[in-house]
């Protein structure tokens, strides 16, 4: 079983609906984050958290919003979604003894 | 805040060839650095880190990267490439209390 599990893989929706993405972790660790990918720009931090009650702002967070619902549990939302959100969605965890991230193995999301 | 700069975007190498892929943050002082590795259609992995000690460090699959603080660049090399080693590849350097990504390096490896 993964230590980091999103859900969904994949997700196709429409311009102005409102999304969850999902990410649980198995690791026991603090710290998770989202970072999207899009060809071309790397891996962009969105939101982290270094526990149920700490949430930051990443480089992009404009137009999504997250929820820390547990240690192991910290889901990603977008509101409304717009088309230039279509991305490869990545959470990741980390604890606090080093900086070594383990990453899900991704959700593809596609607004259309 | 930190960044990140990784030259080569798109690498093509045949097999056996030699590998350098260049890595290179914008300030000094006590840096933690990191190559990723994302293989296609899976998630990255860490291939190798560099917190403190010799500044050359081994990670998995033979992959080697030396942090030269002079030149602020962690590149990373491989003496012989397999065409498994096709994928995408990621610095990342430690920035307050989160890791700033390269935009990545597509490595094809063609038999």
């Known amino acids: 079983d993964a230590d980091v599990t999103q859900t969904p893989r994949n997700r196709i929706t429409k311009t102005g609906k409102r999304i969850m993405l999902e990410c649980s972790q198995t690791?026991?660790?603090?710290?998770m984050y989202w970072y999207r990918q899009d060809p071309g720009l790397g891996l962009r931090l969105i939101y982290y958290?270094?526990?149920?009650?700490?949430?930051n702002k990443g480089e992009i967070s404009d137009g999504y919003s997250v929820s820390r619902q547990a240690q192991a549990k910290f889901s990603l939302s977008l509101e409304s979604a717009i088309p230039n959100q279509t991305a490869l969605y990545f959470c990741a965890t980390s604890d606090f003894l080093n900086d070594i991230q383990y990453f899900g193995a991704g959700t593809r999301l596609s607004v259309l | 805040a930190q960044s990140v700069s990784q030259h080569n975007h798109h690498v093509i190498l045949s097999e056996a060839a030699s590998l350098e892929l260049g890595c290179n943050y914008s300030y000094g002082g006590t840096v933690n650095l990191f190559w990723y590795v994302q293989y296609p259609g899976q998630h990255l992995q860490l291939l190798l880190k560099?917190?403190?000690?010799?500044?050359l460090v081994k990670g998995i699959k033979g992959f080697e990267a030396e942090f030269i603080k002079s030149k602020f660049s962690f590149n990373l090399r491989k003496p012989s490439v397999q065409w498994s080693d096709t994928a995408e590849y990621f610095c990342?350097?430690?920035?307050?209390?989160?890791?700033?990504f390269g935009t990545g390096t597509r490595l094809q490896v063609f038999p």
């Open positions: 560099y917190f403190s000690g010799d500044p």
């Open positions: 990342a350097v430690k920035d307050t209390d989160k890791l700033i």
């Open positions: 690791k026991g660790h603090d710290r």
């Open positions: 958290s270094f526990d149920v009650k700490d949430i």
